[in-house]
């Protein structure tokens, strides 16, 4: 694993209007992944896009596609969103009672699953299934909406997420998402964050290269060596 984090920008901050100008933005600005949230207006009180969405973007872009879904009951669209093109399928370990079953049905269809966790989840909560993921998504904002504060409480989460999973000699990645900016970032790498998901900081951001490459700290990796 390189020393520097691996960045997300969330699609969701886009000017839907105009998703050439914004994989332009992402790929000008060397980004790792491309986050892509799916809201149902059931889970979320909000509704985004589906795997349609998904797909139109693969097309234009050879970036891993980190598809978070904040949907109930997940196991309804798994072969939809694989078949779109996901690269990490995140569930929420909220959004369903048969969450191993779930996992498994991901990795079936050729995607890396990954659970997700809303602030009043506990990272305890996880550990049973934490040998079938490759990636935690820890939110620490309420999902729903782009451009909210972070809970500085949910830090403490990430802290716990790592202990986790040295303890169990674990792999996943640990994925931070919500409230993501060159404020919060470094926090969030030395508490254990593996993977910075950010929306409106990072197309709010005049420099998006620049800004980038902050969130992942390369300017103190490099300093430190
Ligand atoms: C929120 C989404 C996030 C969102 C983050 O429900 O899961 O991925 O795009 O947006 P910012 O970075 O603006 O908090
Ligand atoms: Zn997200």
Known sequence: MSNSVITAPSILSADFSD????LA???????DWIHMDVMDGAFVPNISFGPKMIQDVGKRTDLPLDVHLM??????????FARAGAEYLTIHLEATVHVHRVLQQIREHGCKPGIAIVPSTQVSALAEILDDIELLLIMTVNPGFGGQDLIPRCLMKVTAAAELRREREASFLISVDGGVNRETAPSLRRAGAD??????????????????????????????R
Do not use: M, N, W
């Open 19 to 22: 998703l050439t100008g914004a």
């Open 25 to 31: 933005r992402i790929h000008e600005a060397h980004a």
């Open 71 to 80: 949907v109930e009951r997940p196991e309804r669209y798994i072969e939809a």
């Open 195 to 224: 993977v910075l998901v950010s929306g409106s900081a990072f197309f709010d951001a005049a420099d998006p290269k620049q800004f980038l490459s902050d969130l992942a700290g390369e300017g103190e990796s490099r300093r430190a």
